[in-house]
């Protein structure tokens, strides 16, 4: 079936999403400054189509530390001058949010569609991601060079945009366990034909990313010594959920929106948003 690809259309929606800088970003840069650095080419030998992903919740207020702490075995992606990047990720679904559905209700071999744009660098892609029932995420990507709007064929019978998720990111590789570890932070959703932004602010998201267990991860110890566990995490399905509560389940995902709201509530940033 057809798929729409309008990279102009979702560029301008994505410039209207982010219209400030968070407050830890002052903090975070300073502590990045400190890091050695490695190159988007030295980052493909670990881009682990097949992979393992374990995500984490903390608040935000203990990023800088966090960034202190991981320096001395962890470098920084850097491009074009920037070590924080913009995410522009432009969600596809079936009117009935069928692929939404499919990962609440626990369905295996379930898939995910965006368009993705890198707001620093301008590189796009279209981006299959699916998780199979070894619990493997395997993501399939298209390099997009096109701002003429295009259509592409799809499995589903209908999809079209469903959701816009904004946020920031910086992406660390510690060389010795040959991981990746990427932190994102103010996050911002808005549906298609829609004016509301639902932002989380008080939250980053730490995401290892390997080949295999991640036993002996020294991420892993750090974020055991601050308390903190892996948890299940959609950054697709949680906005479904800010945004769509009223059209789709929710039941599935509810534990996790009360553990965001604990991490929010835990240790909150005290700062001025800079407009």
């Known amino acids: ?53 374990s995500k984490y919740l903390l608040p935000i207020a203990i990023l800088p530390r966090f960034l202190r ?19 522009e990720n432009t969600y596809f679904d079936t009117p009935e949010w069928g692929m939404y559905r499919s990962h609440h209700n626990g369905k295996l071999n379930r898939y995910k569609c965006r368009f993705r744009r890198y707001r620093e660098t301008d590189l796009s892609y279209l981006e299959i991601k699916q998780k199979n029932n070894r619990n493997r995420t395997v993501k399939n990507r298209m390099p997009w060079n096109s701002d ?12 079209e945009p469903s959701l816009y998720v904004n946020y920031r990111r910086t992406s660390l590789w510690n060389r010795a366990t040959d991981e990746r570890l990427t932190l994102d932070w103010d996050l911002c959703y808005r549906r298609p034909g829609k004016t509301r932004v639902e932002r989380l602010q008080q939250v980053f998201i730490a995401e290892l990313k390997r080949d295999g267990n991640v036993y002996g991860s ?26 769509a509560a009223d059209e789709v389940k929710t039941n599935r ?5 009360r553990s965001l709201d604990r991490v929010a509530n835990a240790v909150p940033y005290l700062g001025v948003i800079a407009r």
């Not at 003429?148 to 999809?159: A, K, M, R």
């Not at 995902?253 to 929106?257: A, E, H, T, V």
Request: hydrophobic share 35%.
């Open 148 to 159: 003429e709007p295009t259509t592409v064929l799809s499995d589903e019978p209908t999809v």
């Open 218 to 243: 020294p991420f892993v110890r750090r974020a055991k010594a601050y308390g903190y566990s892996p948890k299940s995490m959609s950054k697709y399905c949680v906005g479904v959920c800010m945004t």
């Open 69 to 87: 702490e991981v320096c001395a075995d962890h470098t920084v992606l850097e491009a074009r001058g920037h070590r924080i990047f913009t995410y």
């Open 1 to 53: 079936m057809p798929l729409l690809l309008d990279s102009a259309r979702f560029q301008n929606a994505h410039k209207n999403l982010r219209v400030h800088t968070h407050p830890v970003e002052r903090d975070a840069i300073t502590q990045l400054s400190s890091f050695a650095s490695h190159s988007l080419d030295e980052q493909q030998v670990v881009d682990l189509p097949d992979r393992t992903d």
């Open 253 to 257: 995902f509810k534990p996790l929106l």
